[in-house]
């Protein structure tokens, strides 16, 4: 066999092995490349701070992350968390409810929502109220769910004023002094009734 052609046919075979490795590689990255990439996120926001027995209102997001398109989707909000009502919600785009969102990077990928609440009763001190929205879905044929929860401080009860009692001044009455008489002046006096006494004695 010619020399040139038994180098050229080891050429090939040495590259049988690299190219076997070259297609593998690429398979593998256009399999990772076509996966599907799920899940949801959600966020919401609600009032740092607000009176007893008043009402306010929480918004939310809840938004696709994943490269498929999300159905089905449920949003529910737990006031007060744990133990309260649990109590579903819409998700609108453009004011509209919607059960489905677009893939991630699309304008239809999240959807927003507004949640009315009323604060409970004060007490002494102030004190957290917790809620939790609850975000579950279907992608790509697995279910996928997001939960966030927020925190809105009650402020504690305004102490009610109480009036303390003005005293009213008393006029305190000023002792009469009654005039007193010294004994001499009592004997003087009793020689002038006997005198007088005497004296009409006679007349008669």
Same mark, same amino acid.
């Given at each position: 066999?010619?020399?040139?052609?038994?180098?050229?046919?080891?050429?090939?075979?040495?590259?049988?092995?690299?190219?076997?490795?070259?297609?593998?590689?690429?398979?593998?990255?256009?399999?990772?490349?076509?996966?599907?990439?799920?899940?949801? &996120?959600?966020?919401?926001?609600?009032?740092?701070?607000?009176?007893?027995?008043?009402?306010?209102?929480?918004?939310?997001?809840?938004? *696709?992350?994943?490269?498929?398109?999300?159905?089905?989707?449920?949003?529910?909000?737990?006031?007060?968390?744990?133990?309260?009502?649990?109590?579903?919600?819409?998700?609108?785009?453009?004011?509209?409810?919607?059960?489905?969102?677009?893939?991630?990077?699309?304008?239809?990928?999240?959807?927003?929502?507004?949640?009315?609440?009323?604060?409970?009763?004060?007490?002494?001190?102030?004190?957290?109220? *917790?809620?939790?929205?609850?975000?579950?879905?279907?992608?790509?044929?697995?279910?996928?769910?997001?939960?966030?929860?927020?925190?809105?401080?009650?402020?504690?009860?305004?102490?009610?004023?109480?009036?303390?009692?003005?005293?009213?001044?008393? *006029?305190?009455?000023?002792?009469?002094?009654?005039?007193?008489?010294?004994?001499?002046?009592?004997?003087?006096? &009793?020689?002038?009734?006997?005198?007088? &006494?005497?004296?009409?004695?006679?007349?008669?």
């Amino acid at each position: 066999m010619p020399m040139p052609f038994r180098v050229f046919r080891a050429f090939v075979r040495s590259l049988g092995p690299a190219f076997l490795l070259a297609v593998a590689f690429l398979g593998s990255a256009g399999s990772l490349l076509g996966q599907v990439t799920t899940g949801l &996120g959600a966020t919401k926001g609600c009032p740092p701070s607000v009176p007893p027995d008043s009402a306010f209102q929480c918004t939310f997001t809840v938004h *696709n992350v994943g490269n498929g398109a999300v159905t089905n989707l449920v949003v529910t909000n737990q006031v007060p968390f744990p133990g309260g009502p649990i109590t579903p919600q819409n998700c609108n785009q453009g004011g509209i409810p919607v059960t489905s969102l677009g893939a991630f990077g699309t304008p239809t990928d999240t959807c927003t929502g507004t949640i009315d609440e009323t604060a409970p009763a004060c007490g002494p001190a102030p004190f957290d109220f *917790n809620d939790q929205l609850v975000a579950s879905a279907t992608q790509g044929g697995f279910p996928v769910a997001a939960t966030t929860a927020n925190s809105t401080q009650i402020l504690a009860c305004t102490p009610t004023p109480t009036n303390t009692p003005t005293p009213t001044p008393t *006029n305190t009455p000023t002792p009469t002094q009654v005039p007193t008489l010294s004994f001499p002046m009592m004997a003087l006096l &009793g020689l002038l009734l006997g005198g007088a &006494g005497l004296f009409l004695a006679r007349r008669q």
